[in-house]
């Protein structure tokens, strides 16, 4: 298989434990919390879901083999397309309605979903960056412990 399509099916798989770990995430809260506050929980969950996003490209960006930064963001598009997609199949086979939905992407009344995405599409090329930097600074001659003389 292609280098490409390798890294398109690895990217695939971790945007599934992404979206498990954010729909057992979303479970727990409904299930935990007062019904009566679930607008200001799902934007407290989004700065949550931002992080667990985070964590997860973090343990798994090997795994990806992403190597650029134009495969780090075509990575970030992937999943904002697909989690888009999901969360409307999801919304609508619970019978949610699209205003409902939709209630979550709109910034001026307080959805923060379009932030969250904006985050989920840049954080496999700012782990990269972070990863990268990291990798440098522990080679660095300047992160070795003098010797005591």
Do not use: K, N
Not at 20 to 44: C, I, K, M, W
Not at 118 to 131: D, H, I, K, N, Y
Not at 141 to 146: A, H, N, V
């Amino acid at each position: 298989m292609p280098a490409f399509l390798t890294a398109l099916l690895r990217a695939f798989l971790v945007w599934l434990v992404i979206m498990t770990t954010e729909s057992v995430h979303g479970a727990l809260r409904r299930l935990l919390l007062a019904p009566d506050v679930d607008f200001a929980l799902r934007q407290l969950s989004v700065v949550i879901g931002v992080v667990i996003i985070v964590a997860i490209t973090w343990l798994f960006l090997s795994y990806i083999r992403i190597r650029s930064a134009r495969a780090a963001l075509a990575v970030g598009g992937l999943w904002v397309m697909l989690t888009l997609a999901f969360e409307v199949a999801l919304g609508r086979l619970t019978g949610l309605g699209w205003e409902r939905i939709l209630a979550d992407y709109d910034l001026l009344h307080g959805g923060l979903m379009p932030l969250g995405l904006l985050a989920m599409g840049l954080t496999p090329w700012a782990v990269c960056q972070l990863q990268a930097r990291r990798s440098l600074s522990l080679r660095s001659p300047t992160s070795m412990p003098r010797s005591a003389s």
